[in-house]
C-alpha cells in the first residue's frame, strides 16, 4: 500500500526545489496534492509533469488577496486537508547597508505576512490530527553576512511554530519547522544569484558543511514528511536539515 494513500496535501512553493521535492515524495506516496507557485514557466513546468495528478495554482505568498483565494481553491478541490507545507520563501542577498524598504517588505512580505496568513486561512480546512510545517533556515541562528533581513524573517517562523503549535493542540494538529542548510536547488536560496555566484555558494556549502557536502532536496522532504506524518508525538520544533552546520560540530581533519 502506499504510504500517503488516502492523504490530501498542500504545498507552497512548490514548483522548484525543496518544494518540488515535497511534491515529488507526496505524489509517490499516493497523496493528492495541490501545489503553488508564481513563476509561471515554473507552474507550466509542473503542469507538463504532473498533469492531473497534481493541481497547480498560481498564488503569490505576499498577496493576501491570493491567500484567501487559495483558501477557497483547496476547500473546491481537496475539501479538508491532512498537511500544509509552508515552504514558499523569498531571500535577496544585501549587505545591511544596501538594504531598501522595498527589498525589506518583500522578503517580510514573502517569507513572514504570507506564512502567517496562510496558516490563518488553511488552518480551518486540516483535518483534527493533521499538520503544518514551516521551511525555515539555518540564517535563523548563524550570523550570515548579507542575509540580515531573510534571517530576520525566516526566525519569526520559528516563533510562529510554537504558537501556532499551543494555538492549534486542542484540534490535535502539530506545527514543526524543518531548518535546511545549503541545498543544491536552482537558486540555492538566493534570488537572482548569478550562475558564477551559485557555484560559488554551492563550493563554499561542500567546504564548510561539517559532513563535506551540501544537502539534496529530497533529503529535506524526507525531513518535512517525517515531521508531517510520522512524528506523531512531536511538536513545535524546528528540526535541522543541514549536514551539521548549524550545531557546532566541527568535521574531521582529512
Known amino acids: 500500500m502506499e504510504k500517503y494513500a488516502g492523504k490530501k496535501a498542500v ?29 509561471e514557466k515554473n507552474l507550466e513546468a509542473a503542469r507538463r509533469e504532473f498533469g492531473p ?16 483565494a487559495l483558501g477557497a481553491i483547496v476547500e473546491e478541490k481537496l475539501g479538508q486537508i491532512d498537511f500544509v507545507s509552508i515552504n514558499a520563501g523569498f531571500s535577496q542577498l544585501e549587505p545591511f547597508d544596501q538594504v531598501t524598504e522595498e527589498s525589506y517588505d518583500r522578503q517580510f512580505d514573502i517569507n513572514t505576512k ?3 496568513f496562510t496558516v490563518q486561512r488553511l488552518a480551518p480546512l486540516v483535518k483534527d490530527g493533521g499538520s503544518f510545517v514551516f521551511t ?12 540580515n ?6 526566525a519569526a517562523l520559528r516563533s510562529f511554530a510554537k504558537v501556532f503549535a499551543a494555538e492549534l493542540l486542542p ?19 538566493v534570488a537572482g544569484a548569478s550562475e558564477e555566484a551559485l557555484a560559488a555558494f554551492e563550493k563554499e556549502g561542500n567546504e564548510i558543511t561539517p559532513m563535506g557536502r551540501i544537502g539534496m532536496p ?15 508525538f512531536t511538536t513545535g520544533v524546528e528540526l535541522a536539515v543541514d549536514g551539521g552546520i548549524a550545531q557546532g560540530i566541527t568535521a574531521p581533519h582529512q
Open 149 to 154: 533581513v531573510y534571517s530576520g524573517a525566516k
Open 218 to 232: 529530497d533529503e529535506v522532504a524526507r525531513a518535512v514528511l517525517f515531521l508531517a506524518f510520522d512524528a506523531t
Open 53 to 68: 495528478r497534481v493541481h497547480v495554482v498560481r498564488s503569490d505568498a505576499a498577496s493576501l488577496a491570493d491567500i484567501n
Open 11 to 39: 504545498v507552497t512553493g512548490g514548483t522548484i526545489g525543496m518544494g518540488l521535492a515535497i511534491v515529488k515524495a507526496l505524489i509517490d506516496g499516493g497523496a493528492e496534492v495541490l501545489l503553488t507557485g508564481r513563476n
Open 171 to 189: 484540534r490535535g494538529i502539530r506545527v514543526n519547522a524543518v531548518s535546511p542548510g545549503f541545498v543544491k536547488t536552482p537558486t540555492m536560496g
Open 114 to 116: 504570507g506564512a502567517f
Open 136 to 147: 525555515t533556515s539555518v540564517a535563523n541562528v548563524m550570523g550570515i553576512p548579507g542575509m
